[in-house]
């Protein structure tokens, strides 16, 4: 894949959502927009025009905004590629994907190589390229989305995939979670040296109102937990929690799940 020329903006949204924007010149692609107006004041202020959108799963705060934004598109004759998960009939969707496909984002002049991560939802996917990753509600920094959808073992392998991906890649999620996330995985792994120096970076960060937001693979696999559920101190304390002996990968990683549903 061609090494990217675009830079990544973002469109904050509802309480802790990022709608991330790629941005070459006068066009964009948007991922997951799930309100529309920010979307259409980001077009208005800078002077730019929409010709991609990227969806990762189909709940309402990634896909609320599709139609206006189509709608918008259609009345200055503008069409707009709508890349969607086929597992859900999205509206609007002009290519639908389940993984393994890579998309050319014409304008933009860019490649994502699509990565299919059912557990939040059975037809999540991301995006990636290069060095950035658009994951949804799969990854987050210092945890993982609930499973609405999938089982723990799914969305194990889903995580498996994503830290195939190398240290240096950009994980663009959806929401900043970084800080309640990080108060979790501090009760999985209380010692975690590299943990604890990134609590600190972050409360300091939220402090001052900043984003946490992207992470990398490299920084997730020291300190997110459901990326370490392979780790021995991991299934001890996963076994304290379920009160029965943890033994493998997806028997902590369902636990810990649980316990954060639960924290
Ligand atoms: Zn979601």
């Given at each position: 894949m061609s090494q990217p020329n675009y830079s990544i903006d973002v469109i904050k949204a509802f309480n802790d959502n990022y709608i991330w924007v790629l941005k070459n010149q006068q066009h964009i692609a948007i991922v997951d927009?799930?309100?529309?107006s920010v979307c259409l004041d980001y077009i208005a202020r800078h002077n730019v025009i929409l010709t991609d959108i990227l969806i990762t799963h189909h709940h309402p705060d990634h896909i609320g905004g599709l139609t206006k934004l189509i709608d918008h598109n259609e009345a200055l004759g503008l069409t707009t590629n709508v890349y969607a998960p086929a597992k859900n009939n999205i509206a609007g969707t002009t290519t639908a994907l389940s993984g393994n496909e890579i998309i050319t984002l014409d304008k933009l002049n860019v490649s994502f190589e699509v990565i299919d991560v059912p557990g939040?939802?059975?037809g999540h996917i991301a995006y990636f390229n290069h060095d950035v990753l658009f994951c949804g509600d799969t990854l987050f920094s210092g945890g993982c989305g609930r499973l609405f959808e999938g089982s723990p073992e799914q969305m194990s392998d889903s995580l498996a995939k994503l830290t195939k991906?190398?240290?240096?890649t950009k994980v663009y999620c959806s929401h900043e979670y970084t800080l309640a996330n990080l108060h979790f995985a501090l009760m999985v792994e209380p010692e975690n040296v590299d943990l604890l120096n990134y609590f600190n970076q972050v409360v300091e960060l939220r402090e001052q109102?900043?984003?946490?937001?992207?992470?990398?693979i490299g920084l997730e696999k020291k300190i997110n937990p459901f990326l370490r559920c392979h780790l021995p101190h991991i299934h001890a304390i996963a076994s304290e929690y379920v009160n029965n002996p943890v033994n493998n990968e997806i028997e902590a990683f369902a636990a810990i799940r649980r316990w954060k549903d639960n924290a």
């Open positions: 927009p799930g309100d529309a939040h939802t059975l991906l190398s240290n240096s109102d900043q984003m946490t937001i992207p992470s990398t």
